[in-house]
Structures are given as C-alpha cells and as structure tokens.
C-alpha cells in the first residue's frame, strides 16, 4: 500500500510536477527554496485537515494562476488502484473538493484510506511555546485515529465563543440561554478531551514499546482542563458562571487542557531538555503516531528536514525505526550526504525551482 504517480498542478511554485516510480523511502533533494517542502504539502492534503502548514487554500495556489490548484495520487491496494485527489476550485478557492475514484467525495473520507503523520521544522518549538500549540498538536494526531475528532474541536470552538460573548454582555445572561449553549461545549468537549485522553494513552503505550535511546524517550501525560466527563464538565461550567463573568471569560474546559512531556530517562521537563534531546522526543512521537494510525491504512510518513538535526547515531536509529514502520516515507533535505545508509533503497527526486526530477 503506497502512493504513486504523484502530480502537483498549480500548487506554490510548482506549475505541474509529477512524481511516479515512488518506492518506500523517497528522498527530496535541492536547495533553500526548491519547493521540497511544497510537496510533502500537496501529499498532507491526502488526509483531512489543513495540511501541514494549516495554510489557506488560497495560499497554496500558484502565484498568477487563474485556476486553482489540483494534487492527485494513486494509491495501490490489494492489486486495484484507487485515485485519490484534492484540489480548489477557481471560482470559489476557499473551499477543497475531493474526489475518490473520480467521484466526488468528502475530505473526512479520505482518512478512510491514507493515514498521514508529519513531523516540520515548524514543531521545533512544540514543548517551549504555547499550550495551544500542544492541544491543536494533540487534535491533528487524534483526528487521524478518529475523522469525527475535529469537528467536536470545531464546535465546542464555536459554543466557547459564544459563552464568552453572552459572559461579556453588560446585560446578565437569561440562565436558558447559558444552559443551551453549555450542553452544546458538553456534548462536544467530552468527546474532544476523550479523544485527546485516548489518544495521549495509546500514544503512551507505543513509546513505552520503542527502545529508550538514542531517542530520548518521552512521556506523555494529557492534563484536562476541567472533569472530562459530561457531567463533571456540565457542573463544572455551570458552578463557573459567576467567576467566569467576573473574569469576562470561560475559565475552565477543554480549551484550557495541557500536554505535560518529560524527558523518561532524565526525568527532566520536554521544555528545558536541549535542542536536539527535543527534536528526538519529537521523532518518537511522531514515529509512535505513525505506528497506531496507519492500523489496516496506507500510511505515510512526511520528515521535513529531520535527518541534518540527528547526530550519525541517531539518524542511524531513524532508519532503522522507518524500516520497520511500513508506512511509505517522504524525508526532505538540502544535501543527500545525510541519507547515505538509506539512498540505496530510495527514490531520490532532485527539486530546482519548483519541478522534480527523478535522479
Ligand atoms: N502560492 C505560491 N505561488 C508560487 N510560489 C510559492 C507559493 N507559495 C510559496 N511559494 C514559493 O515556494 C518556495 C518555498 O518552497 P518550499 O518551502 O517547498 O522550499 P524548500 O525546498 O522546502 O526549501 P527549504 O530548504 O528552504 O526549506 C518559496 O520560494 C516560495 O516563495
């Protein structure tokens, strides 16, 4: 089960670039700017969700393109092919179409045959930065376990706003109107801390099977911000209205949950753990997520610039991590000197100025 045939039309700088002959590791290879990381985009696409930079679609569309952008991929599986595509209508570009085999589909849907996990240069400041990045973190890997994950993030978003707005009021909010609303973050963010809880659990269990070095192993302990349960979560609210709106603000939920990562063996918080012990950690878990996402899928793996911040042994380790994995992995860089133990079973794509060749 992997990709082939891959094309980029109209998506950033690439005008129509198509990748086929793929194999289970692929290498991207060119200079700052090349339009590596463009494609490991147009492959996020493939699942649902934002993709990997969480860009607008409008952004991805080439620059003076008048239509919109188009990424499509077949996906091998059990000796039949399924085509698997995305793009944005020029008419209306901030809405994705899907189409599976030709027919139009929803973008949920692809999950049902693609579990894409990536890890950026964008996440080096997961552990530093601030706990929104760790909940959305958290969101992204539990959609792919669970394609309903977002939207009870999206509306438990929506009935918070609303709380917030009714608390802000300078009139006192009708309790009828509180209570509507707060079933609304009930039903939704139950589900949502659930999804998070399942996930940071089962994420736990999988790391604990990966060896402890020469990645640093972390664990992972998920913090709710309020009883994660309908009920606790309901008299929680209710029991907040009054220091709520005294603080203009919904004080306690979901949206206050927290990821806590600890370096295991050192016991030292993921935060203060030194840059490359972080970016291990994060390797880990990216590798753990692969693992539990691509169960009966196709999986794929998108490793943007990882292999020039791993020391030899570490980048060694990696591999051989990815060997095992079985899913179909997309690893970029500026040189392939990093890749030298893996480019003999590689498709190596060299990328200048927004098009790929095959080496
Ligand atoms: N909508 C767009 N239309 C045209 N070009 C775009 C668009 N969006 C981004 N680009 C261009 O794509 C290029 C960046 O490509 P990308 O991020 O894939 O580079 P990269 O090969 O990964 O580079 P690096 O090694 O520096 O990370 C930039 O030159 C940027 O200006």
């Known amino acids: 089960?992997?990709?082939?045939?891959?094309?980029?039309?109209?998506?950033?700088?690439?005008?129509?670039?198509?990748?086929?002959?793929?194999?289970?590791?692929?290498?991207?290879?060119?200079?700052?700017?090349?339009?590596?990381?463009?494609?490991?985009?147009?492959?996020?696409?493939?699942?649902?969700?934002?993709?990997?930079?969480?860009?607008?679609?409008?952004?991805?569309?080439?620059?003076?393109?008048?239509?919109?952008f188009g990424v499509g991929a077949s996906l091998a599986q059990d000796g039949e092919e399924v085509r698997l595509a995305t793009y944005s209508e020029s008419a209306n570009p901030g809405r994705r179409r899907v189409r599976i085999n030709g027919a139009e589909a929803s973008a949920?849907?692809?999950?049902?045959?693609?579990?894409?996990?990536?890890?950026?240069?964008?996440?080096?400041?997961?552990?530093?930065?601030?706990?929104?990045?760790?909940?959305?973190?958290?969101?992204?890997?539990?959609?792919?376990?669970?394609?309903?994950?977002?939207?009870?993030?999206?509306?438990?978003?929506?009935?918070?706003?609303?709380?917030?707005?009714?608390?802000?009021?300078?009139?006192?909010?009708?309790?009828?109107?509180?209570?509507?609303?707060?079933?609304?973050?009930?039903?939704?963010?139950?589900?949502?801390?659930?999804?998070?809880?399942?996930?940071?659990?089962?994420l736990a269990v999988r790391l604990a099977e990966m060896p402890a070095e020469p990645f640093?192993?972390?664990?992972?302990?998920?913090?709710?911000?309020?009883?994660d349960h309908a009920d606790g979560l309901s008299q929680a609210l209710f029991d907040n209205r009054k220091r709520d709106r005294a603080a203009q603000r919904t004080l306690a939920g979901p949206h206050r949950d927290e990821l806590d990562v600890v370096h295991a063996a050192k016991r030292v918080p993921a935060a203060q753990s030194s840059t490359g012990e972080q970016k291990a950690m994060l390797v880990a878990m990216t590798l753990a997520h692969a693992g539990l996402a691509a169960q009966g899928r196709a999986g794929l793996l998108l490793l943007d610039e990882v292999a020039a911040h791993l020391d030899p042994v570490r980048r060694a380790a990696l591999f051989e991590q990815l060997r095992g994995s079985g899913a179909q992995v997309w690893m970029t860089g500026t040189e392939l000197a990093p890749f030298d133990s893996i480019a003999g079973e590689a498709a190596v794509w060299r990328v200048s100025g927004g098009e790929v060749a095959r080496a």
């Open 1 to 68: 089960m992997a990709l082939d045939r891959i094309s980029l039309t109209g998506f950033r700088n690439h005008a129509a670039s198509d990748l086929a002959g793929t194999t289970r590791f692929n290498l991207l290879v060119g200079e700052n700017g090349a339009g590596k990381t463009n494609v490991l985009e147009a492959l996020s696409l493939l699942a649902p969700g934002r993709g990997l930079r969480r860009a607008a679609l409008a952004e991805m569309v080439r620059a003076g393109s008048e239509t919109g």
């Open 108 to 202: 949920t849907s692809l999950g049902e045959w693609l579990a894409v996990t990536w890890l950026t240069p964008s996440m080096d400041g997961l552990f530093t930065g601030p706990a929104g990045d760790r909940r959305r973190y958290m969101d992204r890997l539990a959609l792919a376990l669970d394609p309903q994950h977002a939207s009870h993030a999206a509306r438990y978003d929506a009935a918070l706003r609303e709380r917030n707005r009714l608390l802000t009021d300078r009139r006192e909010p009708e309790s009828g109107w509180l209570d509507a609303i707060e079933a609304q973050m009930v039903r939704h963010g139950s589900a949502l801390m659930q999804g998070r809880a399942r996930l940071v659990e089962t």
């Open 216 to 227: 640093a192993r972390p664990a992972l302990t998920y913090n709710p911000g309020a009883p």
